[in-house]
């Protein structure tokens, strides 16, 4: 898979995925430390990433974007929000989403659940 990782998250989240033999990049390997929003998801969208984040304003954008694509992860209310938490969370996750993943979804990952909604929102 390929991901995209916010500035909300620790590059080392990036670092554990490609050791992990994705292909991941995070913002500031781009100099994309300042990017808005809208630009993110315009690279992720070129560059066909998935965008990990754990910035709740990516939902607010997904709901308002009618677009089946970039599937986003975002991460929520995690107890331990250190990289290599969010990482080992993140990859004992992604064979349980991988097919969302590709269809385009908007997939939660908080301390007790996970939530997957297929994308563009409003089309069920």
Same mark, same amino acid.
């Given at each position: ?28 390997? %781009?100099? @994309?430390?300042?990017?808005? $929003?809208? /630009?993110?998801?315009? !690279?992720? =969208?070129?560059?066909?990433?998935? &965008? ?35 990482? %080992?969370? @993140?990859?004992?996750?992604? $064979?349980? /989403?991988?097919?969302? !993943?590709? =269809?385009?979804?908007?997939?939660? &990952? ?15």
């Amino acid at each position: 898979m390929r991901f995209l990782i916010d500035n909300a998250l620790s590059p080392r989240v990036a670092e554990g995925l490609r050791a992990a033999g994705h292909d991941a990049v995070h913002l500031r390997d %781009r100099g @994309l430390h300042a990017a808005r $929003d809208e /630009v993110v998801f315009e !690279l992720a =969208a070129d560059e066909d990433r998935i &965008i990990v984040s754990a910035d709740t304003d990516f939902g607010t954008l997904l709901a308002l974007r009618d677009a089946q694509y970039p599937s986003v992860i975002l991460f929520r209310r995690l107890h331990d929000g250190t990289a290599a938490a969010v990482l %080992r969370l @993140l990859l004992s996750q992604l $064979d349980r /989403v991988d097919d969302d !993943l590709r =269809a385009g979804a908007a997939v939660v &990952i908080e301390r007790d659940r996970i939530r997957v909604r297929r994308l563009p929102f409003g089309r069920d």
